[in-house]
């Protein structure tokens, strides 16, 4: 063993792994962040987006001026980024709640719900786990099974497309 670590660290050497050379942050952060590789990233996010199933021709929004939206981030950090998207688009109603949905929460976004024409629903915070329902709590599902009863769901899932199982209905 004593030879082969010394054969390690003579290549080491060689090499000058042991040259310490930092990079100023400023630098990284401008090199990561420059337009062709912002380009890049946004390529891949669409790549990686999966239309599953869009029966009522839904996708993409067609935003009229007669139509009522709210939008319901479930398991996201208050004002993310899809909810800011989405009002963007419109004028939504938007709601933030969490994955466990106090049951006060819940029955006054139903009550509310049937009142506007769709509700677009983005799931967060999941994991990778199917032992663990990939993140999706029963009280989550069992709230957008109901939504789904009572007006037009549009369902955006940000984690695993296997997560799709608990949505078959």
């Known amino acids: 063993i004593e030879v082969s670590v010394k054969k390690i660290l ?5 090499y000058k792994a042991f040259d310490r050379k930092f990079l100023n942050a400023s630098v990284v952060s401008a090199f990561v962040n420059r337009p062709e590789a912002l380009a890049i990233k946004s390529k891949l996010i669409e790549a990686g987006i999966t239309l599953v199933n869009d029966e ?3 996708l993409p929004l067609r935003i009229k001026a ?3 939206w709210m939008g319901i981030s479930i398991g996201s950090s208050p004002k993310n980024v899809f909810l800011s998207r989405l009002e963007s688009y419109a004028d939504f109603c938007t709601y933030n709640i969490t994955k466990d949905i106090p049951a ?10 049937c009142d506007y024409d769709y509700v677009v629903v983005g799931l967060h915070d999941m994991t990778r786990l199917g032992s663990q329902n990939f993140g999706i709590t029963n009280e989550s599902l069992s709230f957008i099974e109901e939504l789904n009863k009572s007006t037009n769901v549009i369902l955006c899932i940000f984690g695993s497309p296997y997560s799709l199982k608990n949505f078959e209905k």
């Not at 003579?10 to 060689?14: D, F, G, H, I, Q």
């Not at 929460?105 to 719900?113: E, F, G, M, T, V």
């Open 10 to 14: 003579a290549a080491k050497y060689k």
């Open 56 to 58: 009522f021709d839904q």
């Open 66 to 68: 007669d139509n009522t």
């Open 104 to 113: 006060v929460d819940r029955d006054q976004i139903l009550n509310q719900a």
